[in-house]
DNA sequence: ACCTGAACACCGTTCAAGT
DNA sequence: ACCTGAACACCGTTCAAGT
């Protein structure tokens, strides 16, 4: 009845089950594409990012979605460059701290990433957008000031690179699953393989906040210029 | 004609264009599901391992795979598990140099994954498989070995695998699209947000080998017992 | 310039059967 | 216990059209 009183055609391809988006009247746009594609990833997760879903929730037919895109790894590539853009304060150049500052880089990317927990596993396999490679300068120019010479300058972000990715990656992937980390620590008991990660109990105790600081520590000690 | 001198029907369903795979005489078992789906992996990549192709190259039909697997994941799993298999000497318990020793850990351990490159991504979201384990039963006991306490242990195991899975993943998924790079160094090139690391050509040089055991090392200066 | 539906060649998996 | 084909409910994308 609903139909009825609209004036959108209720013939329109719908999946089972899914209340139809009405035809929505602002057109399509990369911007309102990738915001539409970082919601269905927040709630469905990589797999349930499928094309139809989110033309649907566009209000427009499928194939519409291909002239503003080449293909699905398109969205992909818009989606993650969406989430990682840089909302800091403009930063003074040449702060005292720069240990802090790098810190608090670091820190933003990698909060701004588990708050869209499909983001860290997709970054490393794409091309890398303009808001990755801005927070990776960002990094640079601190790091150069603070006296990192041009030689040690792409090992140094690398190395921050790798930490940041190994951990968030891994925090992502194992939070969805803790029922899963409960049955390892039980598989471990079972076994006579593994005495010491079962005393351990490594699959419970993962305080990955912690882990990360105090890796970042290490390696922020080993990269500062020696004076 | 092939087909007229060989006992196999053709009429089974095979993928347009393959070469059908004769019906084979050994039956199914997942220690040969799981071999296939490795070598299938190794040449297609995640996306090319699917069901249908798998079964067609262990000769059976598709729905046979799922007797002794309940579940695509489950294929996904034991594959994973297969290419994590630790194949080192038995070492003697208590080597003089445990530094050399969690070194040689870490570096067979990524070795393996660089032969297998969907292997390290797909390894921080599924349920840890028994080999995976072990391998993390030698590191944790050759630290606990060298003198990390017990209250240090996991942390220490977890920072080892961040910076191991930070690196590996970052350099398989990225060694498959170089033309990338320097796609990306142009393109901080035309821009002028980005002078630090265009100077630095960070999308271009990227030793990750050195990269990893740079790190490594100032992971295990921290992580090393203060006597 | 922007949007569309029909159609194609795929998917993973359920089901009811076969031996 | 082990294997099977048909069928279902999906996919991404090509194509030839529409406005």
């Known amino acids: 009845m609903a139909a009825k009183r ?22 399509l746009s990369l911007e309102r594409i990738a915001a ?20 649907d929730r566009l209000g427009s ?10 293909t699905k790894e398109d969205v ?27 810190i608090h880089i670091l820190e933003d990317w990698r909060a701004q990433m588990l708050r869209h927990p499909w983001s860290a596993s997709l970054l490393p396999s794409r091309a890398l957008g303009p808001n990755i490679l801005y927070r990776l300068e960002l990094l640079g120019k601190t790091l150069s000031g603070a006296g990192v010479a041009d030689a040690n300058l792409n090992v140094a972000i690398w190395s921050l690179w790798n930490h940041v990715m190994g951990a968030t990656i891994t925090r992502a ?15 471990l008991h079972l076994s006579e393989r593994y005495p010491t990660i079962e005393r351990s109990r490594l699959p419970l105790d993962n305080d990955w906040d912690g882990v990360f600081r105090k890796g970042l520590d290490f390696l922020l000690d080993g990269l500062a210029p020696k004076p």
């Not at 055609?9 to 988006?21: D, I």
């Open 61 to 70: 037919g499928v194939m519409s979605l291909y002239w503003h895109v080449d």
């Open 173 to 187: 992937s194992f939070d969805l699953s803790n029922d899963d980390q409960a049955a390892a620590q039980q598989r």
């Open 6 to 27: 609209s004036g959108t055609r209720s013939t329109r391809s719908q999946r089972a089950g899914s209340v139809p988006q009405p035809r929505s009247e602002t057109p």
């Open 36 to 55: 539409t594609a970082v919601e269905l990833l927040d709630v469905h997760g990589v797999d349930g990012l499928t094309m139809r879903r989110l033309a």
């Open 76 to 102: 992909f590539d818009l989606a993650l460059d969406m989430v990682l853009e840089y909302r800091g304060q403009p930063q003074a150049a040449g702060t005292q701290d720069w240990r802090a500052e790098v």
